[in-house]
Every structure is written in C-alpha cells, then in structure tokens.
T-cell receptor
Framework: GENVEQHPSTLSVQEGDSAVIKCTYS??????FPWYKQELGKGPQLIID?????GEKKDQRIAVTLNKTAKHFSLHITETQPEDSAVYFC????????????FGGGTRLMVKP | SAVISQKPSRDICQRGTSLTIQCQVD?????MFWYRQQPGQSLTLIAT?????????ESGFVIDKFPISRPNLTFSTLTVSNMSPEDSSIYLC???????????FGPGTRLTVT
C-alpha cells in the first residue's frame, strides 16, 4: 500500500519568513495530493491540493509543487503569520480507485511574532 | 465544499462500554470515510462507508469493534464497541465532495476511555 513520509516533524520560523514542508510517497499510481491544516481542537482543513497532471499550484501565500518522477511534493508558505501556526498534514490518494487518503506524519509549524 | 457536523464533540466513557458517533453532512455525498487520530499522531483510515453497501475496513480494523451504518447519503454512524483505554482518540468523518477530488473533514469526536 501507499506510504507517505513527511519532514520536518516540527518547524519554527520567524513571522514574515517562509516555511517549506516536504513529503514523499511510494505508490506511483497516486494522483491526488492534498494538504490539510489542523488547529488545536479542530478537524483538518483542506488548504490546497494538486493533481498529478500539474507541477505547481499557488493560492495567495501558499503554493504546492509536485515532482512525479522523484515522488515528492512540497508545501510552501510565504510571509508567514502567527495564525499560520498549526499542524500541517500532507496526504496522497488514487482518485477513482477508492479515494482513501494516506497521511504523512504531520508537521507542527510555529510562527514566532 | 461540504459542511460536516459530528455528535458528540467529546465524551468520557468507561471501559467495556460502547459509544456511537454520528456524522451529518449538509449535502448528499456518495463516499464517506471514518478516520482515527490517536493523541499527537496522524490520521489513520478505519473504513469507507458508501450508501447501499457494506463498509470496507482497513487492515487492523474489524466490523465487530467498529460497526458502521450508512442509512442515507447525508448521514453515517461509527460505533466504538467494548472500549478500552487504547481506544482514546479523536474520531473523524470525512466526505468526498461530489464531482471533485476534495475530501472534507468534520470537527472530530474526542473520546477518552477510563
């Protein structure tokens, strides 16, 4: 089955700096890669996603890149703000073949004001 | 997107008892999922619940321990049976938004077993 590795497990940045979180996956059939933000006491919130036919996607301060050959994808947050502090999870799935998400281990991002 | 609610939001239960968690969606969805998130950990899929068919369980999860119902396209329940302290976790339902790749999660049910 699919295996998703996520690094780093914790990340501390100064407000205004950029943050990068990286994930690798094992199943070359995976074709959908979402990122979730989970704040304390809440369920995961979908913040951005990318499909395997796209190399990069951007939404304001957040961007995701995908390298299918190397089987890794990354989340980039620019101009970080204290409200970006949360746990971020990457995931992978095969759309239309179960759609089950396999999650990475999570990254706790702390943005210092 | 989809708006998902779960009941209860949290509970403290005695070992050996059972708890049924409800998941309600504001729109009709074909695919619903139940995940477990142990304290400080990532999310693990328990089962996929499609309306009109038996739930499909992932390795390590069995129907006798986690029976699931899916009576219609907006509702599902997960029961945690014969609970032990190891079942203390957050239980989350999610839905696959119709016509998209996107999965949305409910707020979770925080279960503590004493």
């Amino acid at each position: 089955g699919e295996n998703v590795e996520q690094h780093p497990s914790t990340l501390s940045v100064q407000e205004g700096d950029s943050a990068v979180i990286k994930c690798t996956y094992s199943d070359s059939a995976s074709n959908y890669f979402p990122w979730y933000k989970q704040e304390l006491g809440k369920g995961p919130q979908l913040i951005i996603d990318i499909r395997s036919n796209v190399g990069e996607k951007k939404d304001q301060r957040i961007a995701v890149t995908l390298n299918k050959t190397a089987k890794h994808f990354s989340l980039h947050i620019t101009e970080t703000q204290p409200e970006d502090s949360a746990v971020y999870f990457c995931a992978a799935s095969i759309h239309n073949a179960g759609n089950m998400l396999t999650f990475g281990g999570g990254t706790r991002l702390m943005v210092k004001p | 997107s989809a708006v998902i609610s779960q009941k209860p939001s949290r509970d403290i239960c005695q070992r050996g008892t059972s708890l049924t968690i409800q998941c309600q969606v504001d729109s009709q969805v074909t695919m619903m999922f139940w995940y477990r998130q142990q304290p400080g950990q990532s999310l693990t899929l328990i089962a996929t619940a499609n309306q009109g068919s038996e739930a499909t369980y992932e390795s390590g999860f069995v129907i006798d321990k986690f029976p699931i119902s899916r009576p219609n396209l907006t509702f599902s329940t997960l029961t945690v049976s014969n609970m032990s302290p190891e079942d203390s976790s957050i239980y989350l339902c999610s839905v696959l938004a119709g016509g998209t790749y996107e999965q949305y999660f409910g707020p979770g049910t925080r279960l503590t077993v004493t």
